[in-house]
Nanobody, 117 residues
Framework: QRQVVESGGGLVQAGGSLRLSCAASGRTFSSYDMGWYRQAPGKEREFVARINWSGGSIYYADSVKGRFTISRDNAKYTAYLQLNNLKSEDTAIYYC??????????WGQGTQVTVSS
C-alpha cells in the first residue's frame, strides 16, 4: 500500500528555517510527482510547491517563491521542502502528496509548522 509520511515540522521564530521531509513507501516513488500543500486554521488547503518525477519541473505558489525550495532524492524515496525566512502567515499544517497517472493521489497526515512573531 502506497503511503507518504511527513516530518520536520515545529515551532520557529519569524525569519527562521525548517526542512520538511516526506518519506514514501514503495519502489515506484521515482515515477511520482510530489507536491506540498498547507492548510491554515479556518482556511482551505492551498498549493505550495510541486516537483515532477525527475526533478526537472518545479512550481511554487507566488506566496512562497524565493523562500521555499522543493527537492527530492529518489534513491531515498524522499521529497523535501526547505522553508526559509518564515513568516507568521506560513503557520499551517503542511501536507505531502504523491501523484501518479495510475491511481488516486496519496496524501500524508501532515506536519504542523508554527511561526511565532
Amino acid at each position: 500500500q502506497r503511503q507518504v509520511v511527513e516530518s520536520g515540522g515545529g515551532l520557529v521564530q519569524a525569519g527562521g528555517s525548517l526542512r520538511l521531509s516526506c518519506a514514501a513507501s514503495g519502489r515506484t516513488f521515482s515515477s511520482y510527482d510530489m507536491g506540498w500543500y498547507r492548510q491554515a486554521p479556518g482556511k482551505e488547503r492551498e498549493f505550495v510547491a510541486r516537483i515532477n518525477w525527475s526533478g526537472g519541473s518545479i512550481y511554487y505558489a507566488d506566496s512562497v517563491k524565493g523562500r521555499f525550495t522543493i527537492s527530492r532524492d529518489n534513491a531515498k524515496y524522499t521529497a523535501y521542502l526547505q522553508l526559509n525566512n518564515l513568516k507568521s502567515e506560513d503557520t499551517a499544517i503542511y501536507y505531502c502528496v504523491a501523484v501518479s497517472g495510475s491511481g488516486p493521489p496519496v496524501w500524508g497526515q501532515g506536519t504542523q509548522v508554527t511561526v511565532s512573531s
